[in-house]
């Protein structure tokens, strides 16, 4: 935990006045704990399209205001989180836009960053600060139920400043991330898009596609996918099991990455295919070994644990 003074300005108030979350899933409500724990912000105001979302968030106390109307919540809101799918991502900007006050920071959590910025960028007023930012973190559980407080911790966070943001607003955003715990870097919007698309959006698209190719297989029954599930499988479920509106707008945002990046996939699943068909143990056994070296790497890296279910909660 950071040390609470650490997160407070001269006058030993929150680094935020207040912080308005617009969406209480998995980031939203993490993001409302951690604000708690680290003395983040002074009023943290929620908002979710879902009556029944926003009173389960209101019975967990993640918020101090609560709001169907995204607009109401960031009504003099120094920091705006906008914590929904890429897709709906320029409606909600264009809704919030007239209530945005001016020197507010505008900031989402988004897994494509072109799109967000694509998007969001027509509706953001003069004077407010739109840093768009990736935490890589989450794990396949979504609603407000699923949030903990240290979902961050040893995470990084990206962000993709566009060209001529506020230094100061920039410092703001870091030092906020770095407040939860997380590991900060910047880099370019394209950038980003391209690096998660090989680390998190076509594994996913692969989960999907053994997990529906495994239902599918007329001499297995479900019920033996299920019953004899093994290791491998199981892991790929778990990715499987995570929130489908957000992945299909993934997709769909960041579909020039995927697609380059799954014309090199195909390529390299076919000459494992003939590594195999044709007996080739070496080749097998040197590409194995490589990705075996790149696991350890992570685990070294603290990205991961070795612990039985990779250490999560």
Not at 1 to 30: E, Q, Y
Request: aromatic share 6%; proline share 5%; charged share 25%.
């Amino acid at each position: 935990m950071n040390d609470v003074a650490d997160n407070t300005n001269a006058a030993g108030r929150p680094m935020f006045d207040k912080v308005a979350l617009i969406g209480l899933g998995l980031i939203g409500s993490s993001l409302a704990q951690v604000m708690r724990r680290e003395n983040l912000a002074g009023h943290i105001a929620g908002a979710t399209r879902s009556e029944s979302t926003l009173r389960r968030a209101e019975e967990l106390g993640l918020c101090d205001s609560y709001h169907l109307d995204a607009a109401e919540a960031v009504k003099d809101a120094d920091l705006v989180f906008l914590n929904v799918p890429v897709g709906a991502m320029g409606p909600v900007a264009e809704r919030i836009a007239p209530s945005l006050k001016p020197g507010a920071i505008l900031t989402d959590v988004g897994s494509v960053k072109g799109s967000v910025i694509r998007d969001v960028s027509p509706h953001v007023p003069e004077g407010v600060h739109f840093i768009p930012g990736h935490p890589i973190a989450g794990t396949e559980h979504s609603g407000p139920d699923a949030g903990f407080a240290e979902l961050f911790e040893n995470r990084w966070c990206i962000l993709t400043p566009l060209k001529g943001t506020d230094e100061e607003a920039l410092n703001r955003l870091t030092a906020f991330w770095k407040a939860t715990g997380a590991h900060v870097d910047t880099m370019p919007a394209e950038h980003h898009d391209l690096v998660l698309g090989i680390t998190s959006h076509l594994p996913h698209l692969i989960a999907y596609n053994i997990v529906a190719t495994a239902a599918d297989l007329e001499e297995v029954t479900e019920s033996e996918v299920i019953k004899y599930s093994a290791g491998g499988f199981r892991d790929f479920t778990r990715l499987a099991a995570s929130d489908p509106v957000m992945w299909r707008d993934v997709f769909l945002n960041n579909r020039e990455a995927v697609l380059e990046l799954l014309g090199r996939f195909m390529e390299d699943l076919s000459a494992l295919q003939r590594a195999i068909r044709w007996g080739e143990g070496e080749k097998l056994h040197e590409l194995f070994k490589r990705s075996r070296r790149i696991r350890r790497e992570i685990i070294e890296a603290g990205q991961d644990t070795a612990a039985p279910g990779f250490g999560r909660r």
